[in-house]
């Protein structure tokens, strides 16, 4: 592909030869020639001198790059864009294998794709386009939307609601009890977990998730969010829209995070928290229970991050500060000695 067809694409500029032919799509240190990147920031641009790209996708033009510029506002999103144009090809259409078990009570729409050793239980019903790869179970009454894709031994529970254009990778089970009990005369009693779990529209989840279902009611991914791997998620959680939760994250029963919300690796929430739109938790922080107002926070428990970043520049000189309060103390001590023989000589 030529990078003037590239450029007619995006609506974007050329800066330099705009024939040059374009065959892949890689990150800077990566390329061949016949590659284009894009160029990120400037502490990008010597690695890009001396990368072997044949062109660069920069917001603004760059000097002393003597190769083609497709010139965007934002390089990033289109780098994204080309690498799904030139390697995501459409899933082929292969049907309902003989060997997947359908209920006779399931509903599938067009072009549906069930590959081996599928289960889809009773009542189930999945919308047109979705691709269900090998080793899934699927539980009764639940309803998957279209243009999904359910990735090798993926679990999916009875009356769970999967919206359109979700995705589900290998390992991740929805719908599994939550983690409920009763403790009474010595013993603990489990609560039954009757409710659902509802994953809205452009919903993303990692490998190995879990996602509990509630006790009553749903637990609730919203539209737009994307979950890393290993991520663990209890029963009765509503988590808002077009939130990021990067792997290793907890978050305990009927905790709420607010939308546009980012929760970084290992982080750890409480039951019962509720945390704000557009609220950022750094990795490894830990949430107690109550409301967190939008902001940056960090720690264990949370504060504010500049605040953290105080707190922990102070902790780590502690050592040094412990060792000039001994000597310091040694100092004193001393002084208070001589002052009492002072004191017993007058």
């Not at 007619?8 to 240190?29: M, Y």
């Not at 003597?66 to 259409?93: G, M, W």
């Not at 995070?257 to 019962?272: E, K, M, Y």
């Not at 107002?293 to 105080?310: A, D, T």
């Amino acid at each position: 592909m030529k990078l003037s067809e590239i450029a007619k694409i995006f609506n974007a500029k050329v800066e330099g030869d705009e024939d040059i032919e374009i065959s892949g799509v890689k990150g800077v240190e990566d390329c061949e020639e016949g590659d284009i990147t894009y160029i990120a920031g400037s502490k990008y641009i010597e690695s890009a001198k001396i990368s072997k790209a044949s062109a660069f996708i920069v917001k603004e033009k760059v000097e002393g790059l003597n190769k083609p510029q497709l010139i965007v506002s934002n390089p990033q999103l289109v780098f994204a864009k080309l690498l799904e144009l030139f390697y995501v090809k459409p899933h082929p259409l292969k049907g309902v294998s003989e060997k997947a078990f359908v209920a006779e009570t399931a509903k599938l729409g067009k072009n549906v794709t069930v590959y081996p050793y599928v289960w889809i239980d009773e009542n189930v019903t999945i919308g047109d386009n979705t691709v269900v790869f090998p080793f899934t179970f699927i539980g009764q009454e639940t309803s998957i939307g279209s243009n999904c894709v359910i990735y090798p031994n993926v679990t999916i529970r009875q009356k769970v609601k999967i919206g359109s254009r979700v995705v589900i990778h290998s390992g991740s089970v929805i719908g599994s009890d939550g983690f409920g009990y009763i403790f009474h005369e010595g013993k603990h009693h489990k609560i039954p977990q009757v409710g659902g779990v509802v994953i809205e529209d452009d919903v993303e989840i990692g490998a190995c998730v879990t996602i509990d279902r509630a006790t009553t009611g749903n637990t609730i991914i919203g539209q737009g969010t994307k979950i890393d791997n290993l991520v663990q998620i209890a029963h009765n959680v509503k988590v808002g829209k077009n939130c990021i939760i990067v792997a290793q994250v907890g978050i305990a029963g009927s905790s709420k995070i607010g939308d546009g919300c980012i929760l970084a690796g290992q982080v750890g929430i409480s039951d019962h928290v509720e945390i704000e739109p557009e609220t950022v938790i750094t990795a490894q922080a830990g949430v107690m229970p109550g409301k967190v107002q939008k902001g940056v926070f960090s720690g264990s428990p949370i504060m504010p991050h500049r605040e953290w970043l105080k707190a922990n520049a102070i902790f780590q000189k502690l050592p040094e500060l412990y060792k000039k309060i001994k000597e310091l103390e040694e100092k004193i001590k001393q002084l208070e000695q001589q002052r009492h023989k002072e004191a017993q000589n007058d």
